[in-house]
């Protein structure tokens, strides 16, 4: 049974970072790919990035562009989201997901969500 476990959210002003993480256990994910959503209050769950555990696919949201950076530890099976020069527009909850095979941006496309870490941005 895959399970992610998000950590890292927390309080910010505008202008500040965190960094979250999202731990996966149970199975192998070589072959996954893995991604980072979030979602505000009243609005749809949209892509910010993500990754395939082998290598060589990253995809970015253009509002996250240039600002996050997402990364993976293969010996800790974890998965990182660095968000630098944060918004307001930036608050959400932030899901970890995955999925066996090619990297998408849809979340109808993954398979595994982790709980969310709550994001908030102070202006």
């Known amino acids: 049974q895959v399970q992610l476990v998000e950590s890292g959210g927390g309080l910010v002003q505008a202008g500040g970072s965190l960094r979250l993480s999202c731990a996966a256990s149970?199975?192998?994910?070589?072959?996954?790919?893995m991604g980072w959503f979030r979602q505000a209050p009243g609005k749809e769950r949209e892509f910010v990035s993500a990754?395939?555990?082998?290598?060589?696919?990253?995809s970015y949201a253009d509002s996250v562009k240039g600002r996050f950076t997402i990364s993976r530890d293969n010996a800790k099976n974890t998965v990182y989201l660095q968000m630098n020069s944060l918004k307001p527009e930036d608050t959400a909850v932030y899901l970890c997901?995955?999925?066996?095979?090619?990297?998408?941006?849809?979340?109808?496309?993954?398979?595994?969500w982790g709980q969310g870490a709550q994001v908030t941005v102070s202006s």
């Open positions: 990754i395939r555990w082998s290598g060589g696919s990253i």
């Open positions: 149970g199975r192998t994910f070589i072959t996954y790919a």
């Open positions: 997901a995955a999925r066996d095979g090619t990297l998408y941006t849809s979340p109808a496309r993954y398979d595994y």
